[in-house]
């Protein structure tokens, strides 16, 4: 049997699985420990089967003391609020300044429909635009305030 070629590729794979065993056994062998027990008595057995001693907290008798200063936040919510209130102002002029000009001309184009239809026709979006837009406001304008009561509650309580 061992004059055959295929017995070389068994053989050497058996002398490998040897070598790693021999190998482990040894590593086994120069453990310094298994456990906690096999230390002595102010040591512990930490992953590298190493005997370490075990370290002393000492606790501190001084009490920490840490000072929050939120004023920094309450200003910048404050600001932020500002901003959403204004810029929902602006945008509210802005859109109705736009929309007064395009009603105007299309006031324009529907009177001159009007000589031949004779029926005015009216926009019927315009009262619903307007109330969507006073709600949007109002929101924003809620929103903001509670973001403010909120900062000077955070500057209160600071």
Same mark, same amino acid.
């Given at each position: 049997m061992?004059?055959?070629k295929?017995?070389?590729?068994v053989?050497?794979?058996?002398i490998?699985?040897?070598?790693?065993?021999?190998?482990?056994l040894?590593?086994?062998?120069?453990?310094e420990?298994?456990?906690?027990?096999?230390?002595?008595?102010?040591?512990?057995?930490d992953?590298?089967?190493?005997?370490?001693?075990?370290?002393?907290?000492?606790? !501190?008798? *001084? @009490?920490v003391?840490i000072?929050?200063?939120y $004023?920094?936040?309450?200003k910048?919510?404050?600001? +932020?609020?500002? %901003?959403?209130i204004?810029?929902?102002?602006?945008?509210?002029?802005?859109?109705?300044?736009?929309?007064?000009?395009?009603?105007k001309k299309l006031?324009k184009?529907?009177?001159?429909?009007?000589?031949? !239809?004779? *029926? @005015?026709?009216?926009?019927?979006?315009?009262? $619903?635009?307007?109330?969507?837009?006073?709600?949007? +406001?109002?929101g %924003?304008?809620?929103?903001?305030?509670i973001?403010?009561l909120l900062?000077?509650?955070v500057?209160?309580?600071?």
């Amino acid at each position: 049997m061992l004059g055959k070629k295929g017995d070389v590729a068994v053989i050497i794979i058996l002398i490998i699985i040897i070598i790693v065993v021999i190998v482990w056994l040894i590593s086994l062998a120069l453990r310094e420990c298994r456990q906690d027990n096999d230390c002595e008595e102010d040591y512990y057995c930490d992953s590298d089967f190493t005997c370490n001693k075990i370290p002393v907290i000492e606790k !501190t008798t *001084t @009490p920490v003391i840490i000072n929050r200063d939120y $004023s920094g936040l309450a200003k910048y919510f404050t600001f +932020l609020g500002l %901003a959403v209130i204004i810029g929902a102002i602006i945008l509210k002029f802005k859109r109705s300044k736009k929309e007064t000009g395009l009603t105007k001309k299309l006031f324009k184009r529907d009177k001159k429909e009007a000589r031949f !239809t004779e *029926t @005015p026709s009216k926009p019927a979006k315009k009262i $619903s635009r307007d109330s969507a837009k006073t709600y949007v +406001l109002i929101g %924003a304008i809620a929103g903001t305030l509670i973001i403010c009561l909120l900062a000077l509650i955070v500057l209160i309580l600071s």
